[in-house]
C-alpha cells in the first residue's frame, strides 16, 4: 500500500478564501490597509524626510512663491578670516525675485537653511547679500524678475568649528505673502515646508 510524505503545513493559497468573490474582497481589504499606512505616513512627514535625505546637485534650480535660487558654491571661513569676522559660510547662487516690488534682502535670507558638513554647524542671524558685479555694496532690496549673481554671507553659530567641513547643504524653504503680528501689513514669511535642499562641496569657482 502506498505511503504518501506528510504535508509541510498549509501553501500560501491555502490561507486565502476559495470564493473569487472573497479572496477581491480581501484583496481590497489589503489594499487599503497599505494605503492608509502610507498616508499616514506622509502624514507625519516620513515620505518628505526621506526625500530631504537626498539633496539635489549644484547648479539646481530652487522656487517658491518668492524666489528661484541656484546655488553653485560655497566658501566655509574660519573665525576672524570672513568679512563678518567670524565664522562664516559664502554662498554664490543666481537669484530671482518673483515679487511684485522691491522686496529687502532680509525676507530672502529668511527662505535659506545653511548648515555645513560633517560638523553640521548651522548659519544663524542677518547676513549680508551682495552682486557679484559689484561685492563692495551691500544690496538693499533685490529688483522684481531680475535675475541676478550674488554672494550670500552667513554668520555661523558662535562656537561653531568648521576648518574640517567639505561640503555645504542649503535648504530653501516655501513662502507665504501675509500680515504680521503686529500690523494688517502683509510680509514675506518663510514656512515649514521644504522647496528643495541642494548640497555643494566647498570653494565658490
Known amino acids: 500500500m502506498a505511503h504518501h510524505a506528510p504535508e509541510d503545513g498549509p501553501s500560501p493559497g491555502d490561507l486565502l478564501p476559495r470564493s473569487p468573490v472573497l479572496r477581491a474582497a480581501a484583496a481590497g481589504v489589503f489594499a487599503l ?28 534650480a530652487v522656487r517658491n512663491d518668492l524666489l528661484t535660487i541656484t546655488v553653485h558654491g560655497a566658501e566655509i571661513a574660519s573665525a576672524g578670516s570672513g568679512g563678518l569676522g567670524g565664522p562664516s559660510v559664502t554662498l554664490r547662487a543666481e537669484l530671482t525675485s518673483h ?24 548659519a544663524e542671524g542677518y547676513g ?7 561685492p563692495a555694496d551691500l544690496l538693499t532690496h533685490v529688483q522684481p524678475e ?33 500680515p504680521g503680528f503686529a500690523d494688517e501689513s502683509s510680509y514675506w514669511w518663510s514656512t515649514d515646508e521644504v522647496a528643495g535642499e541642494v548640497a555643494v562641496t566647498t570653494g565658490l569657482d
Open 33 to 60: 490597509t497599505v494605503a492608509a499606512l502610507l498616508f499616514a505616513l506622509w502624514l507625519s512627514g516620513g515620505l518628505e524626510r526621506a526625500r530631504e535625505d537626498v539633496p539635489l546637485p549644484p547648479g539646481t
Open 99 to 122: 515679487a511684485d516690488e522691491p522686496v529687502s534682502t532680509s525676507f530672502f535670507i529668511d527662505m535659506l537653511e545653511v548648515r555645513t558638513e560633517p560638523s553640521g554647524s548651522r
Open 128 to 134: 549680508s547679500i551682495t552682486l557679484e558685479r559689484a
Open 146 to 178: 531680475m535675475p541676478e549673481t550674488v554672494l550670500v554671507e552667513l554668520p555661523l553659530a558662535e562656537g561653531a568649528r568648521p576648518d574640517g567641513d567639505g561640503r555645504v547643504r542649503v535648504t530653501v524653504k516655501e513662502a507665504e505673502f501675509r
